[in-house]
């Protein structure tokens, strides 16, 4: 027996680092953050990373963000959320050679890449690296499909799994004949945020006499986003984008400053115009406010300031719903069980329909569409009317959607294990 103790010690230390291994947490390496002017993309992140703290609480989340900028700010918002998120910074080169030493050791530990949603696979090259370099999987996250002429077709056939945030946008990826073994439709990520800030939140609505469940909140849009005002982006001025949204201002607000002087003169309500992207902020005042009888202008406020996520969902939480010709500030509401209606255009991507498959068909409008435009009023009225029954429908499309969140957890969990 002794002449084997050495061979059985041995064998043991081998099933205890076996054991071991098994006991690590599963590494995600999460590239997200497509820009930080738009409070929609930054929710992308701490939304996913929410999701996965509720459904597969043992990973660990690395996130490496897209964008160059990082503000401070969202860093502390991040850290006070997930006080153990590892940000990583970083490019790979064509060969997918890491620029920094933080990134190659946070690719060397990661177990998957995920790319997160957003308006299409930004990020396709990264992800193909990944795999290419590393051997390990990655997978796509709630984003929009042929958007912009981005080349990721190569890299979504080598994809593990690939989840659209949109139907329309599933279709065309199994039109084109797109190879994934697993597509399938799922929440946009920022579904997941519950981010908050009620001290900032709270401090705001006080100085501007917005009481709690007494206030309603509004996003106005351009059609095309005027990029060339991200002064990070250093985009030229677009004539062509800036005539087109100056000829349908009209078009597309005259409803929205109907619905608010409705809401007014037949509640005891009072209105927040808010915005997503800060290019919004103006419009706010031009193209809404300045519009309104000056009865109805005494009880709504402007938001001439950025706010950031977690500031904006406690300003949601805290109102009676949301009308917005945004997308994401709906997603943030119906998220944290508020009450949201979308309005989207042609010039806008086929994300608007996800509102159709979360059961909130009646809560979305195609302003191109007359018959659209004519039922908007009478729905943001009733909503702001009936508040406790409008918040029983958002938390109906809540449960929804968290459930399927559940869902593609759990396969990324197998995806990992295997």
């Known amino acids: 027996m002794k002449k084997y103790?050495?061979?059985?010690?041995?064998?043991?230390a081998i099933l205890t680092l076996g054991s071991c291994a098994k006991r690590q947490n599963p590494v995600i390496l999460l590239r997200s953050g497509w820009q930080v002017e738009n409070i929609g993309d930054v929710s992308h992140t701490p939304g996913f990373l929410a999701t996965v703290e509720k459904y597969y609480p043992?990973?660990?989340?690395i996130f490496w963000p897209f964008y160059g900028l990082l503000p401070d700010e969202e860093v502390a918002m991040l850290k006070k959320r997930f006080p153990r998120l590892t940000i990583v910074r970083g490019t790979l080169d064509d060969s997918g050679a890491a620029s920094t030493p933080e990134l190659a050791e946070a690719i060397s530990r990661a177990d998957i890449f995920i790319h997160n949603s957003g308006p299409s696979t930004l990020a396709w090259k990264?992800?193909?690296?990944?795999?290419v370099t590393t051997g390990k999987p990655f997978g796509v996250y709630g984003v929009t499909y042929g958007l912009y002429g981005i080349p990721e077709r190569k890299a979504l056939d080598e994809a593990a799994f690939v989840y659209f945030r949109d139907t329309v946008s599933l279709a065309l990826a199994r039109r084109d004949g797109v190879a994934a073994p697993i597509m399938e439709w799922a929440p946009d990520a920022a579904f997941g945020a519950d981010v908050t800030d009620d001290d900032k939140a709270l401090a705001y609505l006080s100085a501007h006499a917005l009481q709690p469940g007494k206030y309603i909140c509004c996003n106005p849009n351009h059609r095309r986003t005027p990029f060339w005002e991200h002064k990070f982006k250093n985009r030229d001025f677009d004539q062509s984008v800036y005539d087109r949204n100056e000829s349908m201002r009209e078009h597309d607000h005259a409803p929205m400053i109907e619905a608010i002087v409705q809401i007014v003169r037949h509640t005891d309500l009072k209105?927040?115009?808010?915005?997503e992207d800060y290019t919004e902020i103006p419009i706010g005042k031009e193209w809404i406010l300045d519009k309104l009888p000056q009865d109805v202008r005494e009880r709504v406020v402007w938001r001439d300031t950025p706010w950031t996520v977690d500031e904006a969902i406690s300003i949601y939480k805290h109102s009676v719903g949301l009308f917005s010709h945004e997308m994401h500030g709906p997603i943030l509401c119906i998220a944290n069980g508020v009450p949201a209606l979308v309005v989207r255009w042609a010039e806008q991507s086929s994300k608007g329909l996800m509102w159709k498959t979360i059961g909130l068909d009646s809560w979305l409008f195609d302003f191109d569409c007359e018959a659209d435009i004519e039922r908007y009023v009478p729905t943001v009225l009733d909503v702001a009317m009936h508040p406790e029954e409008s918040r029983q429908i958002a938390g109906k499309a809540r449960a929804f959607v968290n459930e399927r969140q559940r869902e593609t957890m759990e396969v990324i969990k197998r995806i990992v294990g295997k």
Do not use: Q, R, S, T
């Open 5 to 12: 103790l050495p061979l059985l010690l041995f064998l043991g």
């Open 58 to 61: 043992e990973a660990e989340v």
């Open 271 to 275: 209105v927040l115009i808010g915005h």
């Open 126 to 131: 990264d992800a193909y690296l990944f795999k």
